[in-house]
């Protein structure tokens, strides 16, 4: 039998982990020399879109030749040490949906939202949709089990304050039953209110003369009466082409405290432009209806792709920034797709704004009907025009990195009111008429109303 040298052995043994050693020692020398930039004093951050205003470090400016500088791209917290005061997420346009004397009366500039209850919902959805504090909603819901028995159309309304912590809760039981629930310290307090007014009919009567605000307010109708109106025909009729002459008939219930009244409901309203007649009467499910029943509402896309696409940065509008430590809203959704996917506009609509605005690169305002307003930033390319009528999935862009971006994708928003919301939670208009017993009994409500809305005792002026 060959005899084995035990020297060898140890010499093998020694030779292999020796190698070894050195090869992994110069790969890491070799990755810390590549990665290492050649001069640190010189590196710099080059902007992905040719919109945005170049960041250097160190007071650097760009050279026209590079050299030998090494080329970063740093990453979101260094660039939030760089603009502390701005959210990088949130593009900010540079223009805005000029508003008219009817968004006026629309919108509200507080930090208060009402809302009707529809089928389906549920106090935590509502609120959540809206971005108020889940600790808030989810402390209110705990402590009144009684708020899970909301229904429909019924009206509740809520004030927040800057950072959407939840300030107080109302909830209308009936016309004579108001609970409010307020925010004292780290819990709420409930308050009911009885009310003992009267309530009595109310019908105006007018022509246009100026405009529906105008002439609506001189026969006694309230601004939040006459925002209730054009919420009710937004998608039947725009209201800024009523013409001299046209006529409107206005039934209302108001609580009475004496002269002077608090609360009102819209019963029905009758708007005659030129030879056409636009109803809309409320129903006991809360939402109003033409006069034979049919709705008043469009439909929606849920979203502006013609496929889903993954959501990259959701809707946030509590958002902390890590470095700051300051509340930076993130208002809307971004979707992440590659350069030049079509865009589709999510509902019939006029385009108020198209063109390059500022950080949201190019980007697209469009108003659906009175209530409902969508924002499209970082686009590649714009499709429409200003003042151009769309349809629901129109093709109005194709998606880009413009702006203030850090890569590709869509930034979208939706307001409701005035008011930013999640676009994906959002409870958006379905477009369902009445059936069955329910149509019914509709029918036989408006037999009784439609005399009250006459034009009989009304003459154009000369």
Same mark, same amino acid.
């Given at each position: ?241 009523? &013409? @001299? $002459? !046209? +006529? ?12 002077? %009244?608090?609360?009102?409901? #819209? ?123 769309? &349809? @629901? $999935? !129109? +093709? ?12 590709? %994708?869509?930034?979208?928003? #939706? ?48």
């Amino acid at each position: 039998m060959q005899q084995i040298d035990s020297s060898d052995i140890e010499k093998k043994d020694l030779k292999i982990p020796f190698i070894t050693i050195s090869v992994v020692f110069i790969i890491i020398i070799s990755f810390y020399l590549l990665w290492r930039p050649l001069n640190p004093e010189r590196t710099i951050y080059i902007p992905l879109t040719p919109q945005v205003q170049t960041t250097v470090i160190e007071n650097h400016q760009l050279p026209s030749a590079v050299g030998n500088a090494t080329i970063v791209r740093l990453d979101d917290r260094v660039l939030q040490e760089q603009q502390p005061e701005e959210s990088l997420d949130q593009p900010k346009p540079e223009d805005d949906v000029i508003k008219d004397e009817i968004d006026e009366v629309i919108d509200q500039d507080d930090n208060s939202v009402q809302y009707t209850v529809n089928r389906g919902d549920t106090l935590s959805g509502i609120l959540t949709q809206y971005g108020v504090n889940r600790n808030d909603v989810y402390l209110l819901t705990k402590q009144f089990k009684q708020l899970t028995n909301l229904r429909i159309g019924q009206q509740i309304s809520w004030t927040v304050d800057t950072e959407h912590n939840l300030k107080s809760f109302n909830w209308i039981i009936s016309n004579n039953n108001i609970r409010i629930y307020e925010k004292v310290n780290d819990n709420f307090v409930e308050r009911i209110e009885t009310r003992e007014g009267i309530w009595k009919p109310f019908n105006a009567q007018g022509l246009i003369d100026s405009n529906f605000v105008v002439d609506a307010k001189k026969q006694g109708l309230t601004s939040s009466e006459i925002a209730t109106i054009t919420k009710a025909l937004q998608w039947q009729l725009d209201f800024r082409r009523l &013409k @001299k $002459g !046209d +006529k409107f008939s206005v039934l209302i219930s108001r609580e009475m405290f004496g002269d002077n %009244h608090e609360n009102s409901q #819209l019963l029905a309203v009758r708007i005659q432009n030129g030879n056409k007649d636009y109803y809309a009467i409320l129903a006991e499910d809360g939402h109003y209806y033409d006069k034979n029943g049919g709705s008043l509402s469009q439909n929606f896309l849920r979203y502006p792709l013609a496929k889903q696409a993954r959501i990259s940065s959701g809707f946030n509008p509590r958002r902390l920034n890590p470095v700051t430590k300051k509340v930076t809203p993130h208002n809307g959704v971004d979707f992440a797709v590659s350069r030049g996917t079509p865009v589709l506009s999510v509902g019939e609509g006029e385009v108020m704004i198209a063109k390059y605005s500022g950080s949201a690169g190019n980007f697209i305002a469009i108003r659906h009907g009175r209530q409902y307003t969508t924002k499209y930033m970082h686009l590649d390319k714009i499709l429409v025009k200003a003042g151009q009528k769309i &349809k @629901k $999935g !129109d +093709k109005i862009g194709l998606s880009g990195n413009t702006g203030r971006s850090t890569g590709p %994708h869509l930034h979208f928003e #939706l307001y409701i009111d005035g008011k930013p919301v999640n676009p994906i939670t959002a409870n958006l208009p379905v477009s369902e008429g009445l059936t069955g017993k329910s149509k019914k009994t509709f029918l036989e409500q408006f037999k009784k109303i439609e005399p009250k809305l006459s034009f009989e005792s009304l003459t154009p002026s000369n």
